[in-house]
């Protein structure tokens, strides 16, 4: 069964990618606010057909969810 965001809130939030394996990683929140963020590259923003993923170390603008009852990261953009 495919999860579902069942809520998501319109704040947006900056982090730095932890660590990305295939499918999925982590987003450290800069303001310390939360343990990591878990992230699955179908939250990440990419043109359609295009591979989705983030570099460890790399800065993103995020915005929260719930997904199957837990916090996850979507609509993640890349910034410089």
């Known amino acids: 069964m495919?999860?579902?965001?069942?809520?998501?809130s319109s704040a947006r939030h900056r982090g730095v990618?932890?660590?990305?394996?295939g499918t999925f990683?982590?987003?450290?929140p800069d303001d310390g606010s939360a343990k990591n963020i878990f992230v699955?590259?179908?939250g990440i923003v990419g043109r359609k057909g295009e591979f989705r993923t983030?570099?460890?170390?790399?800065?993103?603008e995020y915005s929260i969810a719930t997904?199957?009852?837990k916090p996850c990261?979507?609509?993640v953009?890349?910034?410089d």
């Open 67 to 69: 997904r199957n009852g």
């Open 54 to 60: 983030l570099e460890e170390g790399e800065q993103v």
């Open 40 to 42: 699955h590259f179908t």
């Open 77 to 79: 953009v890349t910034i």
């Open 2 to 8: 495919e999860s579902q965001v069942e809520t998501q």
């Open 73 to 75: 990261a979507v609509d």
């Open 25 to 28: 990683g982590f987003i450290t």
């Open 17 to 21: 990618c932890e660590k990305f394996s």
